[in-house]
């Protein structure tokens, strides 16, 4: 709540404040508080369109892999009440779960599909999930890097590595255009998110 009000009162995050945990969570309060106003509403309505987010993912993931339509419709209505419910306002681990999952949900598109588009979704997704919290994200791009190396070694596909990279690249981009554009320090983005998180766990 503190930082979505910072960043609208046009504070910078790593530059005016100090970041241990990701910006996309306050990014995202950021709009919401100019969309709805700042008051408790628009708080809890940031984890319930995340909760939505994550519930129309899992169930488009479920379609798309041939589930018949009521388990799918029951399977992501049981995951609606597992995911945001019980906290009821935003929290970074959650935000960083809920993006692992709905990229490790792409990313079992891509592979069952070899569609090009979803190869270039889930590292985007994961992007986030990343500047949401290190952790779990982290551990959810070794796993799928690993699952990748795994699967272009047993039928190597050029477009999903072009699309996959793409992906890539265009998180990294917009990674760095945000530092630059608002005048942080790369140094400062890697103090506070890498050397000074992994310092405390």
Do not use: C, R
Request: aromatic share 22%.
């Amino acid at each position: 709540y503190n930082a979505g009000y910072y960043l609208l009162n046009g504070y910078t995050p790593f530059k005016d404040y100090w970041v241990v945990t990701g910006p996309f969570l306050d990014l995202f309060q950021l709009l919401i508080f100019k969309v709805f106003g700042i008051n408790w509403l628009s708080y809890t309505l940031h984890s319930a369109l995340f909760n939505i987010i994550f519930v129309l993912s899992s169930y488009f993931t479920f379609k798309k892999l041939n589930l018949n339509i009521n388990y799918a419709f029951i399977y992501a209505l049981l995951l609606s009440l597992i995911s945001y419910t019980q906290v009821g306002s935003p929290f970074v681990d959650h935000h960083a779960s809920i993006l692992s999952l709905i990229g490790l949900n792409f990313f079992v598109l891509a592979v069952k599909t070899q569609e090009n588009k979803y190869w270039a979704i889930f590292p985007f997704i994961l992007f986030l999930g990343f500047l949401s919290k290190q952790t779990p994200t982290a551990y959810f791009i070794i796993f799928i890097t690993l699952i990748v190396a795994i699967n272009f070694l047993n039928k190597i596909n050029i477009k999903n590595i072009i699309f996959l990279i793409l992906g890539s690249f265009l998180s990294l981009t917009l990674l760095i255009a945000y530092l630059y554009l608002n005048e942080i320090k790369f140094e400062d983005f890697y103090n506070q998110y890498f050397l000074f998180a992994s310092s405390v766990g």
